[in-house]
């Protein structure tokens, strides 16, 4: 079992900047993958940055130039850097891993980009 913990949401102007964290704890061999989604009011949960445990990254389209994801040294811990953010960046942002080949969900941390 793992549990992830999300923080640094908030409120922030257009064009400015947001740090979020997630750490993962329990019972866990291996993560494999970990990435970060985000849902929007009315709209599906999509994907925003994965990376992988080689450090292989992937972004959405609509990030890229603009936000980084990265892993801590401890390597349980992963970051969301998100600069230039517009308002349309806002929404419930959650992070996620794929640990022992099992699926696991953070709670969510709002972020909203005022115009």
């Known amino acids: 079992q793992v549990q992830l913990v999300e923080s640094g949401g908030g409120l922030v102007q257009a064009g400015g900047s947001l740090r979020l964290s997630c750490a993962a704890s329990?019972?866990?061999?291996?993560?494999?993958?970990m990435g970060w989604f985000r849902q929007a009011p009315g709209k599906q949960r999509e994907m925003v940055a994965t990376?992988?445990?080689?450090?292989?990254?992937n972004y959405a389209a609509f990030v890229k130039g603009r936000f980084t994801i990265s892993r801590g040294n401890a390597k349980n811990a992963f970051y969301l850097q998100m600069n230039s953010l517009k308002p349309e960046d806002t929404g419930v942002y959650y992070c996620?891993?794929?640990?022992?080949?099992?699926?696991?969900w953070g709670q969510g941390t709002q972020v909203t980009v005022s115009s």
């Open positions: 996620n891993t794929l640990a022992d080949m099992q699926q696991y």
């Open positions: 329990g019972n866990f061999l291996r993560i494999n993958l």
């Open positions: 990376i992988t445990s080689g450090a292989s990254t």
